[in-house]
């Protein structure tokens, strides 16, 4: 299973298998996802990998 990088809304930044990825349009590319820092259902979005130049 392929792991996707997401930020929450607090802010943490992990790793989950379970995040899905389909679109609605009034919320944009986040979903709600249980944070393992905050312990708590957090809006998250996906991060860009970091571009090295």
């Given at each position: 299973m392929e792991?996707?990088?997401v930020r929450?809304?607090?802010g943490h930044v992990?790793?989950?298998v379970s995040?899905?990825?389909q679109q609605?349009?009034?919320l944009g590319p986040g979903?709600?996802?249980r944070c393992p820092r905050?312990?708590?259902l957090r809006h998250a979005v996906?991060?860009?990998p970091a571009k090295h130049h």
């Open positions: 792991r996707t990088v929450c809304a607090e992990f790793s989950t995040f899905p990825m609605a349009d009034r979903r709600l996802i905050c312990a708590r996906p991060v860009e």
